[in-house]
């Protein structure tokens, strides 16, 4: 098994144990790879080893793997534009990925929506929550996002999947907790209010454990697939 099939294979056990550490079924969470600074190769090897999903933070680096693994003949990946999105790199995002985690404000949406090519089915959207209430985080306060998310419920080219956050790093697993149990609660209020929204992205490597137990469905992890990034060539 080379490093990343085995590291995958690490990280696909612990979701594992903190499922069952909470009685959830294991089903219920979504692994999604952060492949961002990494190379097409490393990607790849994930791939061999199963993974399908994979997050990207910057726009054109993506479109450029998505490119490259289409043109390869890998048709059954999920791509998932994670970074913040600037208007001018909007339409990248709508006509090449599969999902957009970081929506927060109704222009982005709109654009999106717009930009969406009409062979393709909507655009997964999940709307940002800045959750810790850091000034320098993207996302919008949970106070705003009723008004948010009904308009963004309303565009033909997205379809509202559910909220993403970031929670800023916390001293230990009961603060995490805290945090991530007020996701789960916005959460539980979408979905009770729009059919299509099934989706909480929730928990990286350092605080998956707290964001399953609060009921994470995606987890985005990064390092401990593919290990510390480098970002001197960027
Ligand atoms: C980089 C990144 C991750 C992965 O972080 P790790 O700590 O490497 O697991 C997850 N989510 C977002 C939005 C990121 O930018």
């Known amino acids: 098994m080379n490093e990343i099939a085995h590291n995958l294979a690490q990280v696909q ?19 999604l790879a952060v492949s961002k600074t990494k190379p097409v190769s490393a990607l790849a090897e994930a791939i061999a080893a199963g993974q399908r999903a994979f997050g990207e ?5 993506g479109v450029d793997k ?3 693994f289409a043109e390869n003949g890998e048709e059954a990946l999920e791509w998932h534009f994670i970074g913040p999105l600037q208007s001018n790199k909007s339409r990248l995002v709508a006509e090449h990925f599969d999902w957009c985690h970081t929506v927060d404000r109704l222009r982005i949406a709109t654009r999106l929506s717009e930009q969406r090519p009409v062979e393709r089915p909507p655009l997964n959207v999940l709307i940002q929550i800045n959750i810790s209430d850091e000034q320098s985080k993207s996302g919008i306060a949970l106070s705003e996002l009723e008004t948010l998310a009904s308009d963004v419920a309303a565009l033909p080219g997205l379809v509202l999947r559910g909220l993403m956050a970031i929670p800023a790093p916390e001293p230990d697993y009961e603060h995490q907790l805290a ?3 007020k996701m789960a609660a916005a959460f539980e209020l979408l979905k009770n209010r729009y059919a299509t929204v099934d989706t909480l992205s929730l928990g990286m490597t ?3 454990d707290a964001a399953i137990a609060a009921g994470s469905t995606m987890v985005r992890i990064g390092t401990a697939i593919f290990g510390a990034r480098d970002y001197s060539a960027r």
């Open 13 to 31: 056990h612990k979701i594992l144990a903190a499922t069952e550490r909470c009685g959830r079924a294991p089903e219920e969470v979504t692994l």
């Open 57 to 61: 933070n910057y726009v054109q680096e």
């Open 66 to 68: 998505i490119r490259y």
């Open 179 to 181: 945090v991530c149990q």
């Open 206 to 208: 350092d605080d998956m």
